[in-house]
């Protein structure tokens, strides 16, 4: 087969590869390749689609998010925090830099990493693929919300599945830069339920209410609730508006939960309320100043 007919065969196959795979109208075969969660030859494994489905949805939250945003000038500035290999940024990228919607089309997309390699190989592939308005950096998770190579405020902060406590250095990095949303997909929460394992003699002893956590399955089913509804709680008093809702079917991914917090101003004094009647109900009063720091007096 000549070249041009290779050619003309692969656009007439394109529109049928998007079907088949689920992907947005016009979204970048050539990008997924690059990623590697597409083949060269255009195929997806089972835990490509996965990722794939996830990523998709996510983005759909975040383009409802953008949608909703008051425009700023020269467009909005977006953060992808734990961004590991980026894959969350690279397709933001690719779906809103079609976006021209004065105000509301992408300024600048920052992915912060901490593992060098993974920041490196993004800013090469940014590079290769020109685009321009991705930085990646290589900072750590204390660090990044006072590092000059980043914004004083951004517009929207995200972070998928980003494991344990770097949810909770997302919700911090967004606070301090003054995010005006926030989308975070949390997983592997194993803070608290180590400490309600630690204390766990004693509050049964205290309270018939630690009979929710006394298994061991139980202890870290019920340490990932508590801490997404403390999280939830301390962002509405610091002023956000939360949903929460599930990411994707629970048949594609357990680490399923999706919170979106967008600014409001209005900080509950009822959530901080409740927030700290939580923690100490649960024995668990030492992460109010770890993790939520806003509200020591």
Same mark, same amino acid.
């Given at each position: ?6 050619? &003309? *065969?692969?656009?007439?196959? *394109?529109p ?9 109208? =016009?979204?970048?075969?050539?990008? /997924? ?5 597409? !083949? ?6 089972q ?5 794939? %489905? ?9 383009? %409802?998010?953008?949608?909703e945003?008051? $425009? ?10 734990? *961004?590991? %290999?980026? +894959?969350?940024g690279?397709?933001?990228y690719?779906?809103?830099?079609t ?10 997309? +920052? ?39 980043? $914004? ?22 967004? /606070?301090? %830069? ?22 766990k ?6 309270? $018939? ?5 006394r298994? $061991? ?5 019920? =340490?990932?609730?508590l !801490? ?5 709680? +301390? ?9 929460v ?9 357990? &680490? ?42």
């Amino acid at each position: 087969m000549t070249s041009s007919r290779k050619t &003309k *065969a692969a656009l007439q196959a *394109a529109p049928d590869l998007h079907a088949q795979l689920g992907l947005r109208p =016009g979204q970048s075969i050539e990008l /997924l390749k690059e990623l590697h969660i597409l !083949t060269r030859d255009g195929r997806l494994n089972q835990d490509s689609r996965r990722k794939l %489905k996830q990523v998709n949805h996510l983005l759909q939250f975040i383009e %409802k998010v953008r949608q909703e945003l008051p $425009p700023r000038e020269g467009g909005l500035l977006l953060a992808d925090r734990g *961004a590991g %290999k980026s +894959y969350l940024g690279f397709m933001l990228y690719d779906l809103w830099r079609t976006r021209h919607e004065p105000g509301r089309e992408l300024g600048h997309l +920052y992915g912060i990493e901490t593992r060098a390699d993974l920041v490196e190989r993004s800013r090469e592939l940014a590079a290769r693929l020109g685009f321009e308005r991705m930085s990646f950096i290589n900072t750590s998770a204390a660090e990044s919300a006072a590092s000059a190579a980043l $914004p004083d405020v951004f517009d929207v902060v995200t972070a998928l599945h980003a494991c344990d406590t770097a949810t909770d250095d997302a919700i911090a990095f967004a /606070l301090r %830069k003054q995010a005006r949303a926030i989308v975070l997909a949390p997983c592997c929460q194993a803070e608290v339920a180590a400490r309600l394992r630690m204390n766990k003699a004693l509050q049964l002893a205290r309270t $018939p209410l630690a009979e929710l956590w006394r298994h $061991p399955l139980h202890t870290r089913e019920m =340490g990932s609730q508590l !801490t997404n509804v403390l999280r939830c709680l +301390y962002l509405e008093s610091q002023g956000y508006a939360v949903t929460v809702t599930e990411l994707v079917g629970w048949e594609h991914s357990m &680490k399923n939960e999706l919170i979106i917090a967008t600014w409001t101003g209005h900080k509950k004094r009822s959530a901080a309320e409740r927030l700290q009647a939580l923690l100490a109900q649960f024995g668990l009063e030492a992460l109010l100043a770890e993790r939520f720091p806003a509200l020591r007096v």
